[in-house]
């Protein structure tokens, strides 16, 4: 036990918590691009709705 064992214990610990911060991110990252999907095909949901809404008869 000396120097050179606490040196590893850091390296690995700052590998942990650097994959840890990678897997957040692209866990935010996916959620993100899910959510604008979802958003996009409501808007196109909405816009075709609006343009085949209520009619009135133009006569």
Do not use: C, Q
């Amino acid at each position: 036990m000396g120097i050179e064992d606490d040196a590893i214990k850091v390296k690995t610990a700052s590998i942990y918590f650097t994959n840890v911060a990678l897997l957040l991110w692209h866990r935010r990252s996916t959620d993100e691009k899910s959510g604008i999907t979802e958003l996009t095909i409501a808007m196109v949901e909405v816009e075709s709705f609006v343009e085949l809404g209520p009619t009135k008869d133009k006569f």
